[in-house]
């Protein structure tokens, strides 16, 4: 029987193409759209898990609290509490260091540009693998002996040198009120896709380089914050909030006194917004599949209608209120899923056209697609039903006298 009605839906459909497709545009667009919105925020928070993972999703800053009031000098860092601190934690930290960065203008002939100098120890690539194409990296002479030796990317050394292998160039810079020469050591490549290179604005006039840590803790090696990034098999939450604990006692201060920024809260909030995002401008998009389900409606109306005889013969010949009635369910149902299964193919067909343009890698999850099809029949039956309902009822007497 089932096969049966579904043959007869099919046929229908067939005998009225132009406006079977036209019913089911609302269905497409909806469905499509739904589709296309989700997909694209799964995409983009995958993008931004990868970008954090990148960063470094164990890591995190702490120092005081910036809400205390009766700032000491003592609640300030020092060396030796880092190396204390390190110690202390030599099984769950995998880096630390003190947080230290400067903006300066490095000069070179005539070229002068502003740079971003972020202090790194010798071990950084560990946590921050980069991909080395000239010279070589910051290591442990460099950083104990404070040595003025930066590594920066290949963008950097164009802007500033004009040439990516700037390897044994030097360039004049003042930081922190000295001016001095520092030498490129090392030069490393940066990986990113053109939605990255886009949302960087395209160009960039501004360039970046490690360099030693200890040089911008000179000359009194005290500072704010400490940067630490834990061991990947480390319970973080637990972790973080030992750690926090530890740098309170140092400076006698409680652990609410202190100020912990962790780059997981930050990817959680980010994908809770995200996320947000995506329900919202999905939940409207799916407002065109009340507009479709309207339609079909309308359609159906006009289906039964249009057959009232058909329906009066089918009765006439012994067809039961049910079978009237399963018949244009199914109809409904297929003429609904049939624009799903459309919709399905434009939404998909979107994001990954978008990702291939943009180099992203889409994410495209099977059960949005199940779950979206499976929308689709059910918007078909609920709105199909009151002409199901009233084709079912139709007097086989009267249907028969219908003109």
Known sequence: MLAENMMMAFNAIRANKLRSVLTMLGIIIGIGSVIAIVSIGDTMRGMFAEL????????????????????????????????????????EIAYIDSNAYTTADAEYKRTSISFDFQGIDSNYKEVQPVNMVYGRYLNEGDVLGRR??????????????GTENAVGKTFRTTIYGNTDEYTVVGIYQKEVNAFQALMMGGTKDTGSAFLPYTLLTWPNDRFY??????EEDVDLDRFFEEFKAY????????????????????????????????????????ISLL?????IMNIMLVSVTERTRE????????????????????????????????????GTGVVALGGAVLGLKTVIKPSVILIA?????????FFGLYPALKAAKADPIDALRYE
């Open 52 to 91: 954090y993972k990148d960063v470094g999703i164990t890591q995190a800053y702490v120092g005081i609290g910036y809400w205390v009031e009766d700032v000491r000098d003592s609640d300030y860092f020092n060396l030796d509490e880092m190396e204390r601190a390190k110690e202390a934690f030599s099984d």
């Open 148 to 161: 003025k030796n930066v590594v920066m990317d290949t963008d950097s050394a164009k802007l500033l040198f």
């Open 225 to 230: 914050m400490l940067h630490v990034f834990a």
């Open 247 to 286: 740098t309170a006692g140092l400076h006698g201060r409680e652990p609410e006194d202190m100020y912990i920024q962790t780059a997981m809260d930050e990817m959680n909030s980010v994908d809770s917004v995200m996320g947000g995002l995506s329900a919202a401008v999905g939940g409207i998009a799916a």
């Open 291 to 295: 507009v479709g389900g309207i339609g």
């Open 311 to 346: 329906i009066g013969i089918r009765k006439a010949l012994g067809a039961r209120t049910r079978d009237v009635l399963i018949q244009f369910l199914t109809e409904s149902a297929i003429l609904s899923a049939c624009g799903g299964i459309a919709g399905v193919i434009l």
């Open 373 to 381: 099809v499976t929308f689709s029949a059910v918007v078909g039956i």
